[in-house]
């Protein structure tokens, strides 16, 4: 991954992590950003601040194309704001510097647009089992009862954008 990165060549590399829940998405943006392999910081958004609720992946993942990816590759100051998930509405707005390194990490961030506006795309897999246990160790109650809806909404995004063969890597965690 590390080696992607540097071989993008830019100062200012666009990364994209999609996967189902609990494949290890946030984990993998987290680690890349602690052994960021260029000069400067780097910007995280997870889509999870984007997500207008539980039945909003498609809404989210179309939000960070717009506020964020499109206004990067144009050289823009993207500005988005998070949703809280309390109050279920948007709350305060963050900048996104067009300047330096970007990573988008969430489920529905890789699309054949979203492909297009991307240096580096990561697709993540992992069982089922697997993803479902590290969802609910990670989320538990919060997240239980929403579940399958969402898992609803993952396979109508692999179904419609077929992420994995936009990926230019692809891991599968077991």
Known sequence: MVAAVRAVGAPNPVVLIDGRSGAGKSTLARE???????????????????????DGLLEGAQ????QILRPHARGLVGVWQRWDWETDERAEAHAVDPSLPLIVEGS??????????????????????????RALARDGDTYRPHWV??????????????????????????
């Open 149 to 174: 809806r969402w898992a609803e909404q993952e396979e109508r995004h692999i179904a419609r954008h077929d992420p994995q063969a936009r990926a230019s890597l692809v891991f599968d965690i077991p």
């Open 32 to 54: 890349l950003v602690a052994r960021w392999p260029l000069r400067g910081r780097v910007q995280l958004v997870a889509l999870d601040s984007l997500y207008p609720g539980w």
């Open 108 to 133: 529905g961030a890789l699309t054949p647009e979203t492909a297009r506006l991307a240096d580096v795309r990561v697709w993540m897999t992992s069982p089922t089992a697997s993803r479902q246990a």
């Open 63 to 66: 939000y960070a194309r717009d």
